[in-house]
């Protein structure tokens, strides 16, 4: 029994050591410091006191804190900017976040925190599962909700939710309607990582749509989480098969890997990505010159020189220290979407949340908004985005845009 | 009438229990629920019933499993899996009772399974091993594609093409994506029931010939060996209630979110530490410590949320604090005589 008395308690020590590193180790601590009561700090009450109540939700502490506090804070900027441009339909605009730590659970209790709060409209949740789980509450509470990021296909699954970014899927689609439109190629190589719901679904759909497309695929090879760092078996294939484009439906970590190892073998297709490939310049050791003439699909760069993605930039930048990714970007547009919607149907915030869900749900469809993410989007009634795809080279270090 | 003292201390379990339930009801009747709360109900039921478990394990048979997340985690996918392929088969009522008995089923059969090799070893070794076995559940899972169409079931462990599904076809469990669309079947009515109905179990196994049998191989293997006492049978029964009982929170689980995944968060080691915290703070071996202590640690970060960040911070320290004011022999003593001046000098007697 003493045995057992020391196990247990080396266990438990171990166990409150890790909560409490789990605790302290916040790699986004300095994007929240000025955000500790945003309810109190967008409070302004207009002339007769009602104000619209939105709420976000994303995970602002763990691993993924990342995209959370991007999202929230985009969110917290554009409320911020709309409140000081004079508010929607005339009523100002109270903002509210809150964390769940990348788990589905504390989703659903920070959906319920913010429903006490008072929220008529959600923003969120950040990630798909999450954006799931909570659909299901949002469903039967009727209350609208416009997540900016959550691009697994169920997300969107009830009448109440809509997506700013595009779905997993049409990621795949799209990229093969760019490929085909543009005559990038006659022959395309694939590699994918087969481990990943994001990558085999985008490879996937991809496939379907490039069936009756005016290039073919020539290889198609998968890699998993677990053996990926050589790369040369299926970049061997693609050459052998005489591919002149390779189509990288995966995240930049090893997207770089790939355009390493392809230099050494000299092999020098046209290299495609998608939205994940987004951060490929920031890699650790990479030599960014092998990155040339690389082409993504993503909805954001924050290179671009149109005016609004440049004042967007420096906002965030001045007020969070950091440069906007393209979940910030979602979530910016996603608020100046629910403004438009709003401003569409001159719904008043002393409507009930259901009556403003109905509203929205009808102007969804009926609206067509310009943002960062794209110039013209337009939404289904399934709550998917119609928007025409960004597609930027990478030349001299930095996003180009490709048209 | 006469009623020995351990009966009477199961009922104030039982008694807490209900109370606790008819408090939450009333408030709930009565408007003075806050949907925050509300939502945190059937999660408190969940993590009490497998701290429960997790007591039977730890502190009345005496063996450290850290890997009772893996019970809960083949409980809840199990019935998930049946309750979407039957969502629109059966009405919910019998469906989710026939989910509960899958689920428990298969988690006491992987209980059982998993006890014939680990139970021969002790201590650290078996700790480490039911460490093992949660990740091996959960890495498993992760792997799994299942789907069904107009032919029947499809099954790869490659990825969701390689199960050419018509395209009527419906995916059951995803890969890393896991189940989503499980119907909601879970209240608090039932958590409250399958708590109950768990420790009734549990209570009066500990009370009975088979619990004395369990409670002394704990305390001195090989004398309970040498007075004729079935080692490694009362092992067995033990363990395999004890992932029973975890299966039917995994059933709760599953059915009370729509998104089901097998990742470390919900069902890896930090989770199984997390419901062991829950057990030592409430007392190894103390099942109604257990239910406290469950309650209260997973309500306390949720009520921390106005302090944001902080709230991480604040939990690790009530957790010492917490430990601290149960288990330090300084303050057990000073506990004693406080109380001892309260009235409650017989007690103290009968402890001393």
């Known amino acids: 029994m003493k045995k057992f008395n020391k196990v247990i308690s080396a266990f438990m020590t171990s166990a409150m050591v890790t909560a409490m590193l789990a605790g302290c180790t916040d790699p986004a601590s300095t994007a929240t410091t000025n955000s500790q009561e945003p309810a109190q700090a967008t409070e302004s009450s207009s002339d007769n006191g009602a104000t619209f109540k939105i709420g976000a939700i994303g995970p602002l502490t763990g691993g993924a804190a990342v995209y959370g506090n991007a999202v929230c804070n985009a969110a917290e900027l554009a409320v911020e900017e709309i409140n000081a441009a004079g508010g929607i339909n005339g009523y100002q605009v109270e903002y509210s976040k809150e964390d769940d730590e990348l788990n589905a659970e504390k989703s659903v209790n920070a959906y319920n925190t913010l429903k006490d709060w008072g929220m008529q409209i959600l923003v969120g949740s950040t990630t798909s599962a999450c954006s799931i789980a909570v659909s299901e509450n949002t469903k039967a509470d009727n209350m609208f909700q416009l997540t900016p990021s959550g691009s697994a296909e169920e997300c969107v699954k009830y009448d109440n939710v809509f997506r700013v970014c595009f779905s997993d899927p049409n990621q795949g689609i799209a990229s093969a309607q760019y490929i085909a439109d543009h005559n990038l190629a006659t022959k395309v190589g694939i590699i994918y990582d087969s481990s990943d719901v994001y990558s085999s679904g985008i490879c996937q759909k991809f496939t379907e749509e490039a069936k009756d497309k005016n290039f073919e695929i020539v290889s198609s090879e ?147 908004a310009s943002g960062l993410t794209s110039a013209k989007m337009t939404w289904e009634a399934s709550g998917e985005p119609n928007k025409e795809p960004k597609a930027v080279v990478i030349k001299e270090g930095a996003y180009v845009s490709a048209e | 009438m006469h009623m020995d003292k351990k009966t009477k201390d199961n009922l104030i379990t039982y008694g807490i229990v209900i109370a606790a339930f008819l408090v939450v009801e009333v408030l709930a009747m009565t408007g003075k629920l806050s949907s925050h709360m509300g939502g945190l109900l059937v999660p408190m039921t969940y993590y009490a019933i497998i701290a429960v478990a997790l007591n039977l394990c730890v502190g009345i048979l005496g063996e450290l499993s850290i890997g009772h997340c893996g019970f809960m985690c083949i409980g809840a996918f199990t019935s998930a899996t049946f309750s979407k392929v039957m969502a629109d088969k059966i009405p919910s009522g019998p469906r989710f009772f026939i989910a509960f008995i899958i689920g428990i089923a298969v988690a006491a059969l992987f209980g059982f399974l998993i006890g014939i090799p680990v139970l021969r070893l002790k201590g650290d070794y078996l700790a480490i091993v039911t460490l093992a076995f949660g990740e091996i559940i959960k890495n498993v899972i992760n792997a799994f594609y299942i789907g069904v169409d107009s032919k029947g079931f499809h099954f790869s462990m490659e990825n969701q093409m390689a199960l050419n599904l018509e395209s009527d076809g419906t995916m059951i469990i995803n ?178």
């Open chain 1, 222 to 368: 998968a890699f998993t989480a677990d053996n990926a760092t050589d790369f040369s078996v299926q970049l061997q294939k693609a050459k052998d098969a005489g591919a002149d484009l390779v189509f990288l439906p995966i995240y930049y970590q090893a997207a770089s890997l790939i355009l390493t190892q392809a230099n050494t073998m000299d092999y020098k297709p046209v290299f495609f990505g998608v939205d994940g490939m987004d951060g490929i310049l920031s890699v650790e050791n990479f030599d960014t010159k092998l990155a040339e003439g690389v082409m993504l699909l993503t909805p954001f760069a924050a290179d671009a020189k149109d005016d609004l993605t440049v004042n967007f930039v420096k906002n965030y930048q001045e007020k969070y220290g950091e440069v906007p990714n393209q979940f910030a970007a979602d979530a910016y547009d996603a608020v100046y979407i629910i403004k438009q919607a709003l401003e569409a149907k001159s719904v008043t915030p002393d409507m009930s949340t259901s009556d403003i869900c109905e509203a929205l749900k009808g102007a969804m469809t009926e609206i067509e």
């Open chain 2, 175 to 352: 890969g890393a994506m896991g189940i989503t669309g499980t119907p909601k079947d879970a209240n608090f009515m039932i958590g409250i029931g399958v708590l109950l109905i768990s420790l009734v179990i549990v209570l009066n196994l500990i009370n009975s010939r088979d619990g004395r049998a369990i409670m002394a191989i704990r305390d001195n293997h090989i004398a309970a060996e040498a007075s004729g006492i079935n080692v490694t049978r009362y092992k067995m029964l033990a363990f395999t209630i004890s992932a029973a009982i975890a299966g039917s929170a995994g059933v709760l689980y599953s059915h009370n979110i729509t998104t089901l995944t097998a990742s470390s968060q919900y069902f890896g080691y930090n989770a199984s530490i997390m419901i062991l915290v829950y057990v030592v703070l409430g007392g190894i071996g103390n099942i109604r410590g257990s239910v406290v202590a469950a309650c209260i640690l997973y309500l306390l970060p949720e009520l921390l949320r106005g302090l944001n960040k902080y709230r991480m911070l604040i939990y690790s320290i009530v957790l010492i604090v917490m430990m601290i004011v149960n288990w330090s022999p300084k303050v057990i003593e000073w506990r004693k005589r406080t109380f001892a001046n309260f009235g409650f000098k017989k007690k103290v007697k009968v402890v001393k």
